[in-house]
Every structure is written in C-alpha cells, then in structure tokens.
T-cell receptor, first 111, second 111 residues
Framework: SQQGEEDPQALSIQEGENATMNCSYK?????LQWYRQNSGRGLVHLIL???NEREKHSGRLRVTLDTSKKSSSLLITASRAADTASYFC???????????WGAGTKLIIKP | DTGVSQDPRHKITKRGQNVTFRCDPI?????LYWYRQTLGQGPEFLTY????????KSRLLSDRFSAERPKGSFSTLEIQRTEQGDSAMYLC?????????FGPGTRLTVT
C-alpha cells in the first residue's frame, strides 16, 4: 500500500529557481527518506531524516520533517537541468526495515 | 564493489510462461528487497530477506510469485504463469541500515 503522498504530482520550473516538494504519510515512523529516480541512474537515495530531527541539509537539498503533521518537505535550491527526475518519499514500517513509498513528484527543470 | 546488479534488464514473454529474475546485492549488505513499479507510481513492496530468511511478503503477492535467497547472497524472483498485469519494472535493493541501494531493474513485458 502507498503510505506517502507527494505534492505536487508534477512541477516545472526554470533552471536556477528553487523547487519544493511535499510528502504526507499516515503512521508513526522511525525515519523518512527521499529518493530520486531518472532514466539514466535509476532510484538513488538522497537523504534520510530521523523522527527526532526537524531539519537536515545535504548540499543543495534541505529536508524538513513535522511529525505532528506527518509531513515532510524537500527543497532543492538553485536547480539544474540534471535535477530533472521523479522524487519519492519513503517511510519505514516501524516493525521492520520495509519502506512504504508515495507516487512521487515529477520535476522538470527548463533551461 | 559496483553496486546492485540485476539480470536480465529486459524480458519479453508470452502470457502463461514462467520467468525468473536475478539480483546480486552489494556484498556486505544483509538485507535484500524486491519491489514492483508501474509507470507513474512509486515502488510497491513485494518481499524482503535478511540474510537467507524471507521475513516479509506482501499480501498483494499472489502464489504465482516466489523468491529465494540461497546462502544469503544473490536472490531470484520467479513468476509462474505470467499474466499481462505482471508487466512492470521489477526492482531489487539491498541495505545494511535504513538506506536502500537499488539495481537498474528488470523490465518485464507480458504479451
């Protein structure tokens, strides 16, 4: 079953602009992860944020987590053409290491 | 280590035939996962192994699907009596912790 729901489903911005994607989930989690998928490299892990963290940075990526609202956001700053991809949030089932995925946000960076 | 590999990358089969896919995980990873992904959707969990033990299997997985991981190394996913609805990308991932590393996938087309 799909736990995470990303919003928006699709996003098209100009190169250099910032892109923000949101994810909502339904149950308690240990952590939340963001992944990127494009045709060239498949699914790649971007960043993990633990349930006791509120914000995390990695390069041009900034992730926030609000466990009271069961939501997370991914901000990509100064977007590049190579950021064109689908972005997925994935949450764990607290009883094991299984990940539950949303349907993703399709991001297009226009040159 | 070159990461997770999957074989074959593409498989076209006729309805009713059996197919088998192979996944070679990153060598030091003890967990191995199989997912199915259809166009525009996130990965859908199928099953996962910790070493050679199959710990979880999706309720959505019919009896036509079986997976093995002999000796806790590579894994195989077999689909018996394929149906057109089995057409999808089959992804394998491995992990040591929460972060999962994905292979390129096997695209199955059932005609």
């Amino acid at each position: 079953s799909q736990q995470g729901e990303e919003d928006p489903q699709a996003l098209s911005i100009q190169e250099g602009e910032n892109a923000t994607m949101n994810c909502s989930y339904k149950t308690s989690i240990n952590n939340l992860q963001w992944y990127r998928q494009n045709s060239g490299r498949g699914l790649v892990h971007l960043i993990l944020i633990r349930s006791n963290e509120r914000e995390k940075h990695s390069g041009r990526l900034r992730v926030t987590l609000d466990t009271s609202k069961k939501s997370s956001s991914l901000l990509i700053t100064a977007s590049r053409a190579a950021d064109t991809a689908s972005y997925f949030c994935a949450t764990d089932d607290r009883s094991n290491y299984q990940l539950i995925w949303g349907a993703g946000t399709k991001l297009i960076i226009k040159p | 280590d070159t990461g997770v590999s999957q074989d074959p990358r593409h498989k076209i089969t006729k309805r009713g035939q059996n197919v088998t896919f192979r996944c070679d995980p990153i060598s030091e990873h003890n967990r191995l996962y199989w997912y199915r992904q259809t166009l525009g959707q996130g990965p859908e969990f199928l099953t996962y192994f910790q070493n050679e033990a199959q710990l979880e299997k999706s309720r959505l997985l019919s009896d036509r699907f079986s997976a093995e991981r002999p000796k806790g190394s590579f894994s195989t996913l077999e689909i018996q009596r394929t149906e057109q609805g089995d057409s999808a990308m089959y992804l394998c991932a491995s992990s040591e912790g929460y972060e999962q590393y994905f292979g390129p996938g096997t695209r199955l087309t059932v005609t």
